[in-house]
């Protein structure tokens, strides 16, 4: 399963018709208020999180993900292009996403991660 957290319903059905087509389980949430849960009591492959949440940040997310299941590959996205605004957190993700994005660039990421189709 992987757990795409953003508030945008267009990029929860983007991601959903791609992650879909290669076999794998999608969950969308438009926050991350289950972020343990979705860490602990499910068998996420991966995390795609917005780093613009409204009122918390992608990166603050990052962070309480990473202290439930360190070895989860957590994946920020954002349109705005720069990944340098969470140089203050001690943890960075594994992978930044930078929107728009391709369907060849979700693929060649989850190829570098490691993540291989459910099933």
């Known amino acids: 399963m992987i757990a795409v957290i953003d508030d945008d319903p267009v990029?929860?059905?983007i991601l959903q018709s791609i992650l879909s087509s290669r076999n794998h389980t999608v969950h969308c949430y438009?926050?991350?208020?289950?972020?343990?849960?979705?860490?602990?009591?499910?068998?996420?492959?991966a995390i795609f999180c917005d780093i613009n949440l409204g009122s918390e940040s992608g990166f603050q997310v990052l962070m309480a993900a990473k202290k439930v299941s360190p070895m989860l590959p957590f994946i920020l996205m954002s349109a705005e292009h720069d990944s340098s605004q969470g140089e203050q957190f001690p943890l960075q993700p594994d992978a930044f996403l930078a929107k728009p994005f391709t369907v060849d660039q979700i693929i060649n990421l989850l190829s570098t991660l490691g993540i291989t189709e459910e099933g």
């Open 30 to 45: 438009s926050d991350a208020q289950d972020i343990t849960t979705i860490c602990q009591n499910t068998a996420a492959q």
């Open 11 to 13: 990029i929860h059905a």
